[in-house]
């Protein structure tokens, strides 16, 4: 069944259904979108159905159609000698886009000789049911409308069947596309932004559209637009869609452009559409700005305060945005920038203090420079009028007037000349700044003229404050600076009359002189001083440069001074600088030719004329020693000879030697350094005093090489030592010995023993001597007195000396001389003058609450280097506890008198130690007492001291331990509790 509706979309969609009725519907169905109807049941041959079928509209309200189906049931042979035969073969078939549904396609025709009756069905090429054929007649209708767009060609098969033998057919169908498509836009509205400098010609935007037909071919052009300018700025290529410039633009005539653009294809009738295109038109910086005015002109009084608003000037940009943002700026004709502009407002004021004298008028160049990229600009001049008020005060002209003037000039020079503007006469005063009222000013003229002598050592500048008044009374003051100028009216003069310096004679040439400081002591840093000692002074070398100072009172180059050595010899061997006034070596010194320099220097100004010091200056040069010289012996060979029996220690020679160095570089000391055979001989380093030392091994003779030696260069001389055996000269002592004694500390010059012999013959000259001399005694040459030579004892260095005393006699007549030797004993005698010491100090004890009485606690012991009676020592408690302790007198035990209550208390007791002198001599010591719980840890020691280096390496152990006991056995822990805020030490927990 086939049904149309000339509707489109839903109002053209039409559905099928077959209207039940008397058990028909049951037997059939149909397809509700084609329309096809199908068996549902078996059928009796040469039986006929009455169907009623409708179709309907899917529209609201829906509409509907019906009509009448006749269906036979006929019946099929069951063989069939021949196949139908198709009579119209393949066929091809074109149908237009419009063709409606119904329209007939063509007709199938076939024939069967057997004359049985044929069936005709589409079978394939048909899946959207668009063709319709009659199933008994052959007729190939339209069942709807084509789409050229959709399907342009269909092969269709067809069956054609007898019932047995079945055959096939294809039909080959066209579509011709008729217009029925309008073109589209890609997009109904098209946006553009251009900025308005854009060239004629150029395109702007490119339009694009589609046709779903076959022709595609387009044309555009401009239908219209909502400003009629625009149709003259614009055009559109026909063919492109190309929208292009056809006249420059202008932002500020119009800033938005909306076109309409229409496109159509080629159709009969042709079909179009239409499209909205809105062009926005930026700015561009085509405008510079335009001042409202030709020329400015503005008037300002002269004492117009700073800030004044003077004249405003105004520009307008026909640009938009940045593009109009206009900046003022003063570009010329601001003669000392004494105008300011407000770069925002165009507003000109005042930004320095006006002065008519300067300037009375301004003609400025104001220019007005928009934001745009590059910027534009335009000037404006603008002229400014300066004028003064009638009731303005006193102006002057210069505002820090200043001048100079030399010292000394007569009374009345002429220092400066003050002038003020002012529009009646002005009253001139000095109102401060004139110390000693120097300076005086015409009140009319404002002449200002000194009243006195000017000095400039004394003041070197003067600042006046000058007042001018006018006839309303108004004024005005400025400050007045005059600068004194110097005149060489000073003499130098030296800072002080005597330099003191030294140099060593190792300097080389062009060495600065060091400068000796005078100090009463020590130095600063607490060593003795030392180089030149006199008056008790100590002349003290601080390393510093020897500088001639002297001072100028004048100033510039009547302050500057030329330093020079008047004398002649100092001159060839130093240099002062003519300017600074150091000096330094110009030749090699030698410490031994000349040891010392003294010269004058003179100082003398640069000035005009020059003024020379009235004194000179003292310089005193020390030339130090180097050791540069080597020291030599008095002999190159020494001859003696050594008698015996003799004795250890005995003077046998003594060696001399010089040394050109001073004293402080020549210190000599002297050794034997050959054929001392067995060490019988020794030598004193420092003396040159050769003595016996192993008397037992003496030989017969020695030849000894002595060097003397001071400390760089050394010498050698050769000693010769002859040993003899002195004969039976029948010289002998009075006695075998002699003994004397002297008490120490003693200075007194006494005689200890006198010594003679025995066997010598009338007027026989006898000499005495010490052969192991000392410098404590000395006796007479003839008379063999021992005397002291005032030198102090002290008996506790030595007690005891042993002096070898030889008498000699050398007669005439014998070739060897007669001697003899004794010994003298001196004993040193004991006086009280040392008090006794305690040794092991401090004396801590600990004692405990349980410990009985005549307990011992501690022990003091106390020791006197004196001997006998006033060496022995006792001890007595002085103060303390009596009640409690008590001293033994001869051990120092400190024992218990009873026990004691309570622990944790700390006693103090003060012990004396006398000795046994006439006048006892003593001292005392405190001992600490501390009384403790049995059960509490006790140290070892109450006081340990160690010294360690400052760089000692960290964790480092000390050597001492600290020790302490537990009564009860418990693990005792060590911490350190005071003294070490600095945590430099650490104590070992478990060991101490």
Request: charged fraction near 25%; proline fraction near 4%.
């Amino acid at each position: 069944v086939l049904a149309t509706d000339q509707d489109i979309g839903e109002n053209g969609r039409v559905t099928y259904s077959i209207k039940p009725g008397r058990g028909k519907a049951k037997k059939f169905r149909i397809d509700p979108d084609t329309g096809v109807i199908y068996a549902a049941r078996t059928f009796e041959v040469d039986t006929e159905y009455d169907l009623l079928v409708r179709a309907e509209d899917h529209g609201v309200p829906k509409r509907s159609q019906q009509a009448r189906v006749v269906v036979a049931v006929v019946g099929v042979p069951l063989e069939s000698e021949n196949a139908p035969v198709v009579k119209t073969g393949d066929q091809h078939v074109e149908l237009t886009e419009s063709d409606v549904p119904g329209f007939l396609v063509t007709l199938i025709q076939a024939s069967d000789v057997d004359g049985e009756q044929l069936w005709y069905d589409i079978v394939g090429g048909d899946e959207r049911n668009e063709f319709y054929i009659g199933r008994d007649n052959g007729n190939v209708l339209l069942a709807k409308y084509l789409d050229w767009e959709r399907q342009r060609e269909y092969n269709i098969t067809i069956s054609i069947s007898d019932g047995v033998h079945t055959v096939y057919t294809q039909l080959y169908i066209s579509v011709i596309d008729i217009n029925d498509h309008r073109p589209e836009f890609t997009e109904s509205v098209y946006r553009v932004d251009i900025s308005e400098n854009i060239e004629e010609g150029m395109e702007v935007l490119q339009l694009h559209a589609t046709d779903e037909d076959e022709d595609k071919k387009l044309f555009y052009s401009l239908h219209a637009a909502r400003d009629p300018v625009s149709l003259k700025l614009f055009r559109v290529d026909s063919v492109t869609g190309s929208i292009v410039m056809a006249h420059r633009l202008d932002r500020e005539t119009l800033a938005e452009h909306v076109l309409i653009v229409i496109v159509k294809d080629q159709g009969t009738p042709a079909k179009r559409n239409y499209a909205t295109v809105i062009i926005t038109v930026h700015d561009h910086n085509d405008h510079a700005p335009e001042f409202t005015t030709k020329i400015v002109q503005g008037k300002v009084y002269e004492t117009a305060a700073v800030g004044t608003q003077v004249v405003q000037v105004y520009a307008i940009d026909r640009d938009i945005g940045d593009n109009a943002q206009i900046t003022y700026t003063i570009v010329s004709g601001n003669i000392g920038n004494v105008f300011g502009i407000d770069p925002n407002m165009g507003v000109i004021s005042v930004v320095k203090q006006l002065d008519i004298s300067t300037l009375s008028e301004y003609m400025l160049q104001v220019k007005a420079t928009d934001g745009g990229k590059p910027a534009l600009s335009s000037q404006i001049p603008v002229h400014i009028m300066i004028s003064m008020a009638d009731n303005a005060p006193p102006r002057f002209i210069s505002d820090d007037p200043a001048a100079e003037i030399y010292e000394n000039l007569p009374i009345g020079t002429f220092v400066i000349h003050l002038e003020a503007r002012s529009t009646s006469s002005l009253l001139f005063q000095i109102i401060g700044g004139n110390v000693g009222d120097m300076f005086f000013v015409n009140p009319s003229t404002g002449v200002i003229t000194t009243k006195d002598l000017l000095d400039y050592e004394h003041t070197k500048f003067y600042n006046l404050t000058v007042r001018a008044t006018n006839m309303a009374s108004a004024s005005a003051t400025c400050s007045v600076i005059i600068n004194v100028l110097d005149k060489n009216d000073n003499v130098p003069y030296f800072e002080q009359q005597v330099y003191r310096g030294e140099v060593s004679e190792a300097a080389p040439i062009g060495s600065l002189v060091l400068t000796l400081s005078e100090t009463l002591g020590q130095n600063a840093n607490g060593s003795a001083g030392s180089a030149i000692t006199g008056n008790h002074n100590h002349l003290v070398n601080a390393s510093l440069p020897l500088v001639i100072r002297a001072k100028d009172d004048d100033s510039g180059l009547n302050a500057l001074l030329h330093y020079d050595i008047l004398d002649m010899l100092p001159r060839r061997y130093f240099h002062i600088d003519s300017s600074t006034g150091a000096i330094k070596t110009i030749m090699f010194l030698d410490h031994e030719k000349i040891p010392f320099f003294s010269f004058h220097v003179k100082v003398t100004d640069l000035g005009k004329p020059r003024l020379t010091s009235e004194l000179t200056a003292e310089v005193r040069i020390n030339i130090t020693d180097v050791n540069d010289c080597a020291p030599s012996f008095t002999q190159n060979e020494y001859n003696v000879t050594l008698l015996l029996p003799t004795y250890a220690n005995v003077a046998v020679l003594q060696v001399n030697a010089t040394d050109e160095d001073s004293s402080e570089n020549s210190t000599l000391r002297y050794d034997i350094i050959e054929g001392n055979r067995d060490g019988v001989f020794a030598i004193d380093a420092t003396t040159g005093i050769i003595t016996t030392r192993d008397v037992e091994s003496i030989g017969t003779s020695y030849r000894l090489s002595v060097r003397v030696s001071d400390g760089k260069f050394a010498k050698v001389a050769q000693v010769n030592v002859n040993v003899e055996t002195s004969e039976n000269s029948g010289l002998i002592f009075q006695r075998p010995t002699y003994e004397g004694s002297i008490m120490e500390n003693s200075t007194k010059i006494s005689t200890v023993a006198v010594v003679n012999v025995l066997g010598s013959t009338l007027n026989e000259h006898i000499e005495f001597s010490i052969l192991n001399p000392t410098d404590m005694f000395q006796i007479g040459l003839t008379s063999g007195a021992i005397q002291t030579t005032g030198r102090k004892f002290d008996r506790e260095v030595r007690d005891n000396y042993e002096l070898i005393v030889e008498a000699r006699s050398q007669q005439p007549d014998r070739e060897k001389p007669r001697v003899a030797h004794v010994i003298v004993n001196v004993t040193i005698l004991d006086i009280n003058d040392n008090c006794p010491m305690f040794v092991n100090l401090p004396y801590y004890a600990v004692v405990s609450v349980d410990d009985p009485r005549g307990s011992v606690i501690t022990k003091v012991h106390a020791l006197d280097l004196d001997s006998f009676e006033n060496g022995e020592v006792r001890y007595e408690m002085k103060r303390g506890h009596g009640e409690l302790f008590k001293v033994d007198r001869k051990t120092g035990e400190v024992t218990l008198k009873q026990t004691l209550e309570g622990h944790n208390r700390d006693y103090e007791l003060l012990i004396s130690a006398y000795d046994g002198g006439i006048t006892p001599c003593s001292t005392d010591v405190t001992v600490h007492v501390k009384v403790i719980d049995k059960s509490m840890p006790v140290f070892s020691k109450q006081f340990y001291s160690d010294t360690v280096a400052e760089n000692i390496e960290l964790h480092s152990p000390l050597s001492v331990a600290i020790q302490a006991e537990s009564p009860l056995g418990r693990k005792l822990i060590y911490s350190i509790v005071k003294g070490n805020e600095m945590e430099e030490f650490a104590v070992d927990f478990n060991t101490g």
